[in-house]
């Protein structure tokens, strides 16, 4: 079966610092998807970023960027110059690549400082 | 700019009700979800339709839930007989595999 860990269960950064925000899955899978998906408080769940396991360049979406290591099955989040709009939940998912079913993980409190 | 719309966002409910949320999936989406979210236990797949048609609802308490999809415009989550227990904030998805998109979610409180 399928886990995704994030270790990191509260941070808190000053606004404009670079966070990175850490997940680790285990799977017996070649081919599967990664996602970061953000839950503000509003509790509305937005995807930020997809991985493609087949994909060796990491995904980027203006400040947000993954850096994934299949071998060590890593796949931490790095935002840049952090804003107070990123204050949210993040949740480190997976999905296997003939499935619909997302697995996610505990979730992230990130907490942005002014 | 298509999203999922769930009615209603927030139910206070007394033990023993009946409630029912109902869900918009995006058109064009062919793959419809449940989920529960609590502190203790984070995110849970309840159910999930591919084309209307159910596939697993492993998640669900057999006896006193129930998720159906009478049309493409529609899916619902039924409780029936609510208990304080099932107090959570309950999320629709819909999507085209691999993406997901979640609706704004339905606070339930039961009493």
């Known amino acids: 079966a399928q886990t995704v860990t994030q270790s990191q269960p509260e941070m808190s950064v000053q606004e404009a610092e670079t966070v990175t925000l850490s997940c680790t899955y285990d799977?017996?899978?070649?081919?599967?998807?990664l996602f970061w998906y953000k839950q503000p408080p509003s509790r509305q769940m937005i995807l930020v970023i997809r991985q493609e396991a087949y994909k060796q360049q990491n995904a980027t979406e203006n400040r947000f960027s993954v850096n994934f290591q299949k071998a060590a099955k890593s796949f931490s989040l790095k935002i840049s110059d952090s804003q107070l709009g990123d204050t949210a939940m993040y949740f480190c998912?997976?999905?296997?690549?003939?499935?619909?079913?997302?697995?996610f993980g505990k979730g992230t409190r990130l907490h942005i400082l002014p | 700019d298509a999203r999922v719309t769930q009615t209603p966002r927030h139910k206070v409910t007394e033990m023993g009700q009946e409630v029912t949320m109902r869900c918009q999936p995006i058109?064009?989406?062919?793959?419809v979800f449940w989920y529960r979210q609590t502190m203790m236990q984070g995110l849970e797949l309840l159910a999930y339709f591919r084309n209307r048609a159910p596939l697993d609802d492993s998640g669900m308490p057999k006896d006193r839930f129930s998720a159906e999809m009478p049309d493409a415009t529609l899916a619902t989550l039924k409780i029936q007989p609510s208990e304080p227990r099932d107090s959570a904030v309950y999320f629709c998805?819909?999507?085209?595999?691999?993406?997901?998109?979640f609706g704004p979610g339905t606070r339930l409180t039961v009493l």
């Open positions: 058109l064009g989406h062919n793959t």
């Open positions: 998912a997976f999905m296997k690549l003939r499935d619909d079913k997302i697995i």
């Open positions: 998805a819909s999507g085209l595999r691999p993406l997901q998109f």
């Open positions: 799977t017996s899978e070649s081919n599967y998807y």
